[in-house]
């Protein structure tokens, strides 16, 4: 099978999964969920027309020629309800968020208000009908569908569904998810620092890539280069809705992996893709499971994961949001290209809100994983450039890690 | 007090607020997490000199003059250690990862190769020494310091923990956090619907702003407008390292809580700050406790988190990154400013690479709270400004949900 391209391979990886189905959460467990259900307010919102500020609930005809003194006759604070109609020249004293009263059909702030006697008051400033009211129904209105399902669950929307008083509700299931190591040379995290071996540092990378993601994922550990084990730990890693196959540095997942993945009824949809780095890069599925085979060496897996397993797992749990976050950064020094393949190289994002700065993260060898460590995100050289001049306009996709920044950032 | 700028109180709160001590945890529950101590290496990597490619390694000498044919000694396979010295004229096989023999000074990839026979190689392509190699300790040095004390724990750096075997170390605690809502108009999540009250949406949308920084608070419930009832309350809550005091509508933080909260000892730092949405924003401290009274209004709580307490959180978890990233996006429509006051405006992106284009959600009613949670991004007007006009540069700070985006969003 020939080299796909990224864009191929994501569509070829999407095309063949699907989304999960849905559960139940409460709201407190929903942050970053998406939502399974459409979610209906369950009330008007403000129940009634409300005063947006701390004023005087009045008719606007009688401030149409100001200053203007009027008569105070009530109190009204939030959770009271008004007693009174107001009529000609009159009007009441009102909180934010109380009930207008009957015949008002406007709120002068306090402000714009000069108190004369306990139940006078002399308006300073005119207002057409409506100002300072929230009409019943702004925010939400009984019956409506607030959030519609396939929505990510922000903390914005917990205020919402807090709003319609929503505690429990269908979200998308998250996809079980298995990291399973091969190789001989492997090294795992409980065993003693042997020279000839590689600590199993995949494992744990992938595990805390899958963890950003929401998932608590299974590391099932290292499979020797046996067929028989091999064969083992497949199988368990079959019984998960995602299994991700480390390969081992030594032997690819084209030696060991792939005649007793194929045994095991794995139908592969792709063993190669156009991206540096990431050779070799393994998908397929079964009736229950998507299998990739991820390389052996530490970045490569990284980056790969980042490019195919991240759309992947988020489509599985319902989001529209698949890709990294891309934005546009200048260019340090120049970078090559790798012609044929599109590359991801590892960049620190310097610069302010005026824009970004890439500059390497040192050594692109794929082996140094601390240049992950380091990046802020992954420059993409197209396949078809020519490298990259210094100072050139770029695009970079944000890694985890780059929500937050040192500085404030803009101008107040 | 006067109004204190944004920045000013960002300061002040910086400035009244400490780290908190470091506590030890597991890899696997680390992620997000800030070192709380330097990691080492305790093992070259590569352990020895190996070979970048699967190929031949060879004397470069050797291979000065190209095409030659080499004897082929021996067979090295990752894990494997080699048994003879490669003298003039000879070669060995060699995988990917696996030791360079003695004598060998540079690998030709298995491209430029061709066997001749199960003894004999014919070597297209010439080498300096070192070529395809990976000399030992590129990855790491035994003893040197691997990840700093401060550095934020993203699954980059778990890769390199795992490197080095560390599998429990020390990380910054998260404070505890307490949410208290206040306000005899608010209708708690388990009581029946009241159209005289207010759902109190702000604790869950401050829960879930809180989780989104990897902390669990707890909800303190709702206080009713009773000096006694808030006075409990409060106690209680100054018994957690941060507490959040979400104010009824009605009742600001001033008139109710703030008697109270200086008869509990807390020092008051500040009432107000200049920003819009955001009135009022209150922040004080006890020996042991940092206290923000919030406003009541749903989305003005919801902003003013964004921009004080999540670098307040955040810095006492050890983060250098406090606050939230800034992008660049052009204006869909123009704005107002809110003059002596900087704005806080909820926008949509949209766009690709090339540029994000700002609109607003609708709406800015700082009641409404569906605009927060269609927001992608808080767009800054400044202060000092005038209104911004159609297609101008904006700063927009990202919020939580713009980590993914629709398209893939570069060029490959």
Redesign the interface.
């Known amino acids: 099978m020939e080299n796909l391209?990224?864009?191929e391979a994501?569509r070829v990886i999407l095309d063949a999964i699907t989304r999960q189905d849905v559960e139940s959460v409460s709201?407190?467990r929903s942050?970053?969920r998406v939502l399974g259900e459409d979610i209906r307010a369950?009330?008007?919102?403000?129940?009634?027309d409300v005063s947006?500020m701390d004023g005087f609930a009045v008719r606007s005809a009688d401030v149409a020629g100001v200053p203007v003194t009027l008569q105070i006759i009530e109190d009204i604070?939030?959770?009271d309800?008004p007693s009174r109609v107001i009529h000609a020249g009159q009007c009441a004293r009102i909180?934010?968020?109380?009930p207008v009263p009957q015949g008002a059909d406007a709120v002068i702030r306090v402000e714009d208000t000069q108190v004369i006697s306990p139940s006078s008051v002399q308006i300073g400033n005119t207002a057409s009908a409506g100002n300072d009211i929230?009409p019943q129904g702004?925010?939400?209105r009984n019956g409506d569908v607030?959030?519609k399902k396939g929505?990510?669950?922000?903390?914005?929307?917990?205020?919402?569904?807090?709003?319609?008083?929503a505690?429990q509700f269908a979200v998308f299931r998250r996809p079980s998810v298995a990291i399973l190591s091969t190789?001989?040379?492997l090294e795992g995290?409980?065993d003693p620092?042997d020279?000839?071996?590689?600590?199993?540092?995949?494992?744990?990378?992938?595990?805390?890539?899958v963890?950003?993601l929401g998932i608590e994922p299974v590391l099932l550990g290292i499979a020797r280069d046996d067929p028989v084990e091999l064969e083992q730990y497949l199988r368990l890693g079959l019984q998960y809705d995602v299994l991700l196959v480390s390969g081992?540095?030594?032997?690819g997942v084209h030696d060991y992996v792939r005649p007793t993945i194929e045994k095991l009824g794995v139908q592969m949809k792709f063993w190669r893709v156009a991206i540096r780095p990431g050779h070799p890069l393994a998908f397929g599925v079964t009736n229950t499971s998507a299998v990739f085979g991820l390389p052996g060496n530490?970045v490569s897996s990284?980056v790969c994961f980042e490019e195919f397993v991240?759309p992947a797992l988020?489509h599985m749990m319902g989001?529209?949001?698949?890709?990294?976050?891309?934005?546009?950064a200048r260019l340090a020094h120049p970078v090559e290209s790798s012609q044929g393949r599109?590359s991801f190289i590892r960049v620190q994002l310097t610069g302010?809100?005026?824009?970004y700065v890439a500059s390497s993260t040192g050594?692109q060898?794929s082996?140094?994983?601390?240049s992950?460590?380091?990046?802020d995100a992954l420059l993409?050289v197209?396949?078809g450039s020519n490298g990259i001049a210094e100072g050139e306009d770029v695009?970079v996709?944000?890694?985890?890690?780059?929500?937050?920044?040192?500085?404030?950032?803009?101008?107040?």
């Open positions: 391209r990224a864009s994501q709201l407190e942050l970053s369950n009330r008007d919102l403000p129940p009634y947006a604070k939030a959770g309800m909180m934010t968020g109380a929230r702004e925010s939400m607030l959030l929505t990510e669950i922000t903390p914005g929307v917990i205020g919402v569904m807090a709003t319609a008083k505690a190789g001989n040379e995290m409980g620092v020279p000839n071996k590689i600590p199993d540092s995949n494992a744990y990378a992938l595990m805390a890539q963890q950003a081992g540095t030594s032997v530490p990284m991240v988020r989001h529209r949001r698949l890709y990294r976050r891309t934005v546009t599109t302010d809100s005026a824009g050594t060898s082996g140094v994983l601390l992950m460590a380091r990046a993409v197209p396949a695009t996709q944000l890694l985890d890690g780059t929500v937050f920044q040192e500085t404030i950032g803009f101008r107040e």
